[in-house]
Each structure stands twice: as C-alpha cells, then as structure tokens.
C-alpha cells in the first residue's frame, strides 16, 4: 500500500511536476503531527499542514485503517553527509513497520528562489555551476496501530 502511494504522488504527465515533488518543493521546513483532525506543526498549533498530497493521502486511505506514519526527507549536505528531517511525524514505528522511498529530482528552476528554500528546509543547492539542485529521498515508515 505504501508503495502504491508513492507512486501515484510520483507520477506527473508529459510537462507537468509530480504531486510528490510539489510536497517537497513547497515544504516550509517544519515539522507535522496528526492531532486527531489534521497535520499541525509542532512549533505552532496555528499553523497546519494546508496543500500536501502526502498530507491529503495519509488522511484518505491511511488513517481511516489505522495505519501510523512518519515521513522524512533525506539528502547529502554541502561535507557529502546524509542530512535528513522529518515532514510528518507520528511517533516511533512498531517492530511490524515497513519502510518504502522515492527520490524526487529537484532542479533550481523548480526551487525558484534557492536561497530561501535553503533556508527554510536546510536542503542545500548540491552544485552551484549547474542547474542541478539536490535529490530529496522521500522516506514513508508505516506501520499498524
């Protein structure tokens, strides 16, 4: 199931962006757990996870079943390490969870203003001299309640 929904968030028609990397593209930087109702950040409860695929997946075929999930967004920092954050966090997985990726392309033209994104995700432009951004693992752990 997990990977199903990757897959369907990763797919994009001829010219257009998938929904997965819309996620990753518009991601603020923060932080969203599942309060009951909705994704809200763990800094702020005024502030709610709005215009996420993820987000809108999670609350249509994984929490009605009740299915646990974090997700986290991995890539290579400027000294070659893998950094990684999380996007949707719910808690430390079973000993019954499954773990599925995907890698999302992200290019400075997607990212339009690169140093604001740098700023708010931590995710850096990987090469400056080229119009290749950075890769962004997309990490889905589930597991059931």
């Known amino acids: 199931m997990g990977q199903d929904m990757l897959n369907a968030l990763s797919y994009a028609g001829y010219g257009h962006g998938s929904d997965l990397k819309s996620d990753v593209m518009n991601w603020d930087g923060?932080?969203?757990v599942w309060n009951g109702t909705a994704y809200q950040s763990r800094d702020s409860s005024n502030i709610s996870l709005t215009n996420s695929s993820l987000g809108d997946i999670f609350t249509f075929i994984a929490i009605p079943r009740g299915i646990?999930?974090?997700v986290h967004f991995t890539w290579i920092d400027d000294n070659g390490i893998t950094a990684s954050?999380?996007?949707?966090y719910n808690g430390d997985p079973s000993d019954n969870a499954v773990i599925i990726s995907k890698k999302v392309y992200l290019s400075d033209y997607d990212i339009g203003n690169t140093s604001t994104f740098m700023i708010n995700t931590g995710i850096p432009d990987a090469d400056n001299s080229t119009g290749f951004y950075n890769i962004v693992n997309v990490k889905m752990t589930l597991w059931r309640m």
């Not at 954050?85 to 949707?88: A, D, T, V």
């Open 30 to 32: 923060k932080e969203y």
């Open 68 to 70: 646990a999930h974090n």
């Open 85 to 88: 954050k999380p996007y949707i």
